[in-house]
Nanobody, 115 residues
Framework: QVQFVESGGGLVQPGGSLRLSCATSGMVFNRYDMGWYRQAPGKQRELIARISSGGLDWNIADSVKARFTISRNNANRTVDLQMNSLKPEDTAVYYC????????WGQGTQVTVSS
């Protein structure tokens, strides 16, 4: 079955950086657009970044534009999210999945931005 394993989260001070990584298995990775999503406490899960199957096209949500970058490695079947200039409002559990979402969600990785 398809599995996503997100990693790289943690506690970081405002203005800091983190790099999240998502390892995938059980899917033909290079056939799917992929996305990073996040869910903050008390809020719905939202898409924050999407990258095309070939990695040549991407979209970033306005709320994180110019601070977050999405990339993928089709040979390794991974998709990463580089997060810079983190703000307290970026605190959430971060998930990867296809875009649109076709597969069960993984456990996610917790990102907490706090001084």
């Amino acid at each position: 079955q398809v599995q996503f394993v997100e990693s790289g989260g943690g506690l970081v001070q405002p203005g800091g950086s983190l790099r999240l990584s998502c390892a995938t298995s059980g899917m033909v990775f290079n056939r799917y657009d992929m996305g990073w999503y996040r869910q903050a406490p008390g809020k719905q899960r939202e898409l924050i970044a999407r990258i095309s199957s070939g990695g040549l096209d991407w979209n970033i949500a306005d709320s994180v534009k110019a601070r977050f970058t999405i990339s993928r490695n089709n040979a390794n079947r991974t998709v990463d999210l580089q997060m810079n200039s983190l703000k307290p409002e970026d605190t959430a559990v971060y998930y990867c999945n296809s875009y649109p979402t076709f597969f069960p969600w993984g456990q996610g990785t917790q990102v907490t931005v706090s001084s």
